[in-house]
């Protein structure tokens, strides 16, 4: 059973009790007709073909409080995306999907581009973001939630602890985060625990005091992929379209969002979904990518706080981050020895190797271009550039979703 000690600036809502999806539903039907809810899936066609979706879409199939489901649908032909639309036959839910490659939806990525607002390359930043504008086109949700489609656990009282805090009428978060364990008969989630939360508080000793390091740090797992945000928060934020995706959601939050409105609720006692290869020897796949990736977005959101680095300031970052880590593989160690796990510390210390050079790439790259990848810019800019953009967005779901509905009844 999970403690209930609040650590840092973030709420932490606990998992006191369990089995409670029954109560969690019954008060989300009651919330939702004040507060409507929509849930966003990104997703590529490949997850269709795995066990996890199917777990995933007959849990949802269950639920009766959400508004409106938004599917963006990434990499996937006509014949994909027809077979993804069979998932959602029958479902008490209304289920929009957007085709991100159809002729239509290029075209609109593509009249972007040209008015100097790309949305970014394809990727997981692109289609949450395709999604976020097709719920505010609706205008029929006060909340959006999101969670990944590789989720082999999947449990529909998963979405209901998430969406709770935002739901609940008198709890007043805009925000809310998700965090689990990532274990099975090992830790997982190397990422988190031996990169980002060594990274992390490798600069908070180099910038003592740093309100958006001390913020990070407060929560769980920064990297989880799910979140509820009030609408909002939806149409302000700008988010990067690579890997920084989670720490670029945060700082936007952390911008556009009182810390006292922002929350992290434990979503499940274990979570598991498709592990990434570490890609130790190719920097462009894999972890190795994802780690640069994230330190480049959370050296440029540092940058943006006023923080200064110099090319020694790197140096010690990258010395220090290392000596951080080894510590942290030391705790880890002790923690599974305790709980019985398998803990294979050679491969640790590897993870930490090739973390540290994508560290050594990712500031190099930071000193050589501090800009980078823009990020997608907020729906109000582009609405204030293409007024039209959102019923165009609608008029291209509708009429992909008919031409779809023609060919499967022919």
Same mark, same amino acid.
């Given at each position: 059973?999970?403690?209930?000690?609040?650590?840092?600036?973030?709420?932490?809502?606990?998992?006191?009790?369990?089995?409670?999806?029954?109560?969690?539903?019954?008060?989300?039907?009651?919330?939702?007709?004040?507060?409507?809810?929509?849930?966003?899936?990104?997703?590529?066609?490949?997850?269709?073909?795995?066990?996890?979706?199917?777990?995933?879409?007959?849990?949802?199939?269950?639920?009766?409080?959400?508004?409106?489901?938004?599917?963006?649908?990434?990499?996937?032909?006509?014949?994909?995306?027809?077979?993804?639309?069979?998932?959602?036959?029958?479902?008490?839910?209304? *289920?929009?999907?957007?085709? *991100?490659?159809?002729?239509?939806?290029?075209?609109?990525?593509?009249?972007?581009?040209?008015?100097?607002?790309?949305?970014?390359?394809?990727?997981?930043?692109?289609?949450?973001?395709?999604?976020?504008?097709?719920?505010?086109?609706?205008?029929?949700?006060?909340?959006?939630?999101?969670?990944?489609?590789?989720?082999?656990?999947?449990?529909?009282?998963?979405?209901?602890?998430?969406?709770?805090?935002?739901?609940?009428?008198?709890?007043?978060?805009?925000?809310?985060?998700?965090?689990?364990?990532?274990?099975?008969?090992?830790?997982?989630?190397?990422?988190?625990?031996?990169?980002?939360?060594?990274?992390?508080?490798?600069?908070?000793?180099?910038?003592?005091?740093?309100?958006?390091?001390?913020?990070?740090?407060?929560?769980?797992?920064?990297?989880?992929?799910?979140?509820?945000?009030?609408?909002?928060?939806?149409?302000?934020?700008?988010?990067?379209?690579?890997?920084?995706?989670?720490?670029?959601?945060?700082?936007?939050?952390?911008?556009?969002?009182?810390?006292?409105?922002?929350?992290?609720?434990?979503?499940?006692?274990?979570?598991?979904?498709?592990?990434?290869?570490?890609?130790?020897?190719?920097?462009?796949?894999?972890?190795?990518?994802?780690?640069?990736?994230?330190?480049?977005?959370?050296?440029?959101?540092?940058?943006?706080?006023?923080?200064?680095?110099?090319?020694?300031?790197?140096?010690?970052?990258?010395?220090?981050?290392?000596?951080?880590?080894?510590?942290?593989?030391?705790?880890?160690?002790?923690?599974?020895?305790?709980?019985?796990?398998?803990?294979?510390?050679?491969?640790?210390?590897?993870?930490?190797?090739?973390?540290?050079?994508?560290?050594?790439?990712?500031?190099?790259?930071?000193?050589?271009?501090?800009?980078?990848?823009?990020?997608?810019?907020?729906?109000?800019?582009?609405?204030?550039?293409?007024?039209?953009?959102?019923?165009?967005?609608?008029?291209?779901?509708?009429?992909?979703?008919?031409?779809?509905?023609?060919?499967?009844?022919?």
């Amino acid at each position: 059973m999970a403690d209930f000690y609040q650590t840092g600036v973030v709420t932490t809502l606990h998992q006191l009790t369990h089995n409670q999806v029954v109560r969690l539903e019954a008060d989300l039907e009651k919330f939702a007709r004040h507060r409507p809810i929509g849930l966003v899936l990104p997703a590529l066609y490949s997850e269709f073909e795995n066990l996890a979706m199917q777990r995933i879409v007959a849990e949802l199939r269950q639920i009766k409080y959400l508004q409106r489901i938004v599917l963006s649908l990434g990499r996937a032909t006509q014949e994909q995306y027809l077979k993804a639309r069979s998932f959602f036959e029958n479902f008490y839910t209304p *289920v929009d999907i957007i085709w *991100v490659d159809s002729p239509r939806m290029q075209s609109l990525l593509k009249r972007l581009e040209e008015r100097g607002l790309s949305a970014g390359p394809d990727g997981k930043g692109r289609s949450c973001w395709l999604a976020y504008g097709l719920l505010l086109a609706n205008r029929d949700c006060d909340v959006i939630a999101l969670h990944d489609c590789d989720i082999v656990n999947y449990d529909r009282q998963m979405l209901a602890r998430l969406c709770y805090p935002m739901a609940h009428p008198h709890l007043g978060f805009e925000f809310c985060k998700g965090f689990y364990a990532r274990v099975t008969d090992r830790m997982h989630g190397r990422v988190t625990r031996l990169f980002m939360t060594p990274l992390i508080r490798t600069l908070e000793g180099m910038a003592a005091g740093n309100p958006f390091l001390r913020y990070l740090d407060s929560f769980r797992y920064a990297l989880a992929g799910e979140f509820a945000m009030d609408i909002n928060l939806a149409r302000v934020n700008r988010i990067p379209a690579d890997w920084g995706l989670e720490v670029g959601v945060l700082a936007e939050v952390f911008r556009n969002c009182a810390v006292a409105r922002t929350c992290q609720v434990d979503l499940m006692d274990t979570y598991e979904h498709k592990h990434q290869a570490l890609s130790a020897d190719d920097r462009t796949k894999g972890l190795s990518r994802m780690v640069c990736d994230i330190a480049k977005s959370l050296f440029r959101t540092l940058a943006a706080e006023g923080v200064v680095f110099s090319s020694d300031d790197f140096r010690s970052v990258q010395i220090r981050y290392v000596r951080m880590a080894q510590d942290t593989i030391a705790r880890y160690y002790a923690d599974a020895m305790l709980n019985g796990l398998k803990f294979d510390r050679n491969a640790e210390e590897m993870a930490v190797q090739t973390f540290a050079r994508s560290l050594r790439v990712a500031a190099q790259e930071f000193q050589e271009d501090p800009d980078g990848l823009p990020l997608i810019p907020n729906w109000n800019r582009v609405l204030s550039a293409i007024p039209e953009f959102f019923d165009m967005m609608l008029d291209a779901v509708t009429k992909d979703a008919r031409e779809a509905s023609r060919m499967t009844t022919a």
